[in-house]
C-alpha cells in the first residue's frame, strides 16, 4: 500500500520552501486571471497552478488560495467547510487529511507556509 498515493506520472519536485505567505496572499492565489493557484492543507502551501481542477470553473476551485485542510479532511467541497481549524475532527477524518498531506506532497511543489499557521500538527 505505500505506493498507493504515487502519480501515474513521475514528478519532479523542488525542494520543498519554507517562505511565509500571509492570508491575504495566499487568497490572491485563486488562479483567477491569470493568477498563480495555492491550496494549503495544514499550513503547508501548495502550488496547484497546473491543475485544471483548481482553477475557476474547476471542480475543486473552491480550495484555491484558502488553507482546505478541513474541508479536505471531510472529502467536502462545500465552501463553509473550507477552513484551516482541524484539531477538533475525527481520527478517521485527520487520517483521510494526513492521506491528503501524502498526496499533494507527491505531487505539488511546497511552495511556503501561511504566516501564522497554528494548524500545522
Known amino acids: 500500500m505505500a505506493g498507493k ?5 513521475a514528478v519532479q519536485l523542488n525542494p520543498p520552501k519554507d517562505d511565509p505567505i ?3 496572499e ?10 498563480k ?14 491543475n485544471k481542477a483548481y482553477q475557476p470553473g474547476g471542480s ?3 480550495f484555491a488560495g484558502k488553507d482546505a485542510s478541513q474541508a479536505l479532511a471531510k472529502t467536502s467541497t462545500k465552501a463553509e467547510d473550507v477552513k484551516p481549524e482541524w484539531s477538533d475532527l475525527s481520527d478517521t477524518e485527520k ?10 506532497s507527491k505531487r505539488y ?3 511556503g507556509r501561511v504566516e501564522g499557521a497554528t494548524n500545522t500538527e
Not at 498515493?5 to 506520472?9: A, G, H, I, N, R
Open 95 to 104: 487520517n483521510t487529511l494526513n492521506d491528503w498531506v501524502t498526496y499533494f
Open 109 to 111: 511543489n511546497v511552495v
Open 60 to 62: 475543486y476551485h473552491v
Open 26 to 35: 495566499l487568497a490572491k492565489c485563486d488562479g483567477k486571471d491569470g493568477a
Open 5 to 9: 498515493f504515487e502519480p501515474k506520472v
Open 22 to 24: 500571509s492570508v491575504e
Open 37 to 50: 493557484c495555492y491550496v494549503a492543507i495544514k499550513g503547508k502551501v501548495y502550488d496547484v497552478t497546473g
